[in-house]
């Protein structure tokens, strides 16, 4: 896919999203607009509750608005049927979350070929693991890997079907400053050498600093967005 910064690959607009809890309404969005050029890496950050995970679940195709607009590219996530937003998970979105969610009973390779078996134009399992910085332990189980490790399986499962976006909800969430940075990094090599168009959810602000772009939330709606000038690299980070 041709990488051209003033291409549009999120448009969305007055999103709401309303969750019935019996008597009362969450209101968890309230009205977000946003564009997501091509390739940006853009760091949506807010305390907990803000409506970030509902924001980026959206965005995924794993959860529908309950009034606004989402456009992707010419696809208008508000009005296609399940099968499309199905289609669109699998063929243009890679998810990382908090935990890992690897196969105990599988290896690092093994993990990987899991997505690599079922998808129309993937890279192999060691090329995704090579990228994440893991050609060493291709053949480690879950078990013996550190939780930055396996937590960099976990990537490289989301990025070897080539994906368009990369959608990340707290990756770094379950890890210390170190193993936090080398996920970091795997993350950040993959927008930059893929071109892939990242969302990466975080309470930690200084994560800001690596990306294009901080959208802040709180109650739902982004309350600030700012611009960095220049990215600054993963291993110069304060954490
Ligand atoms: N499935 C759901 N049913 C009911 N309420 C929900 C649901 N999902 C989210 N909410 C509510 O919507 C609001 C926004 O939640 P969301 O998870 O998007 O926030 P967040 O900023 O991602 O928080 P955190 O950082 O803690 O994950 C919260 O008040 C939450 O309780």
């Not at 999120?10 to 999203?17: A, E, Q, S, W």
């Not at 760091?43 to 924001?55: I, W």
């Not at 980026?56 to 989402?70: H, K, Q, R, W, Y």
């Amino acid at each position: 896919m041709p990488s051209d910064p003033n291409e549009t690959v999120y448009d969305i607009r007055g999103l709401t999203k309303v969750y019935p809890m019996g008597e009362v309404q969450v209101h968890a969005l309230r009205g977000v607009n946003l564009r997501i050029p091509e390739s940006e890496f853009v760091v949506l950050l807010g305390p907990s509750g803000s409506g970030k995970s509902t924001l980026l679940n959206i965005m995924g195709g794993l959860d529908v608005p309950t009034a606004g607009e989402v456009r992707y590219r010419d696809l208008d996530m508000t009005r296609v049927d399940a099968n499309r937003l199905t289609w669109f998970r699998r063929e243009s979105v890679g998810f990382v979350f908090q935990f890992y969610n690897l196969i105990p009973s599988l290896t690092a390779r093994e993990n990987v070929s899991l997505v690599t078996d079922i998808a129309t134009d993937p890279m192999t399992a060691e090329e995704a693991l090579d990228i994440v910085g893991l050609s060493d332990r291709l053949d480690h189980f879950p078990s013996q890997l550190s939780g930055g490790q396996q937590q960099r399986v976990a990537i490289a499962r989301a990025i070897a079907k080539r994906p368009d976006v990369l959608l990340c909800d707290e990756p770094t969430g379950a890890l210390d400053a170190h193993t936090g940075i080398t996920v970091l990094e795997a993350i950040s090599n993959i927008n930059a050498e893929l071109g892939t168009t990242t969302a990466v959810i975080t309470h930690n602000a200084a994560i800001g600093q690596i990306a294009d772009r901080i959208v802040s939330m709180r109650d739902g709606v982004i309350v600030d967005e700012t611009c960095n000038s220049t990215k600054a690299p993963v291993s110069s980070m304060s954490w």
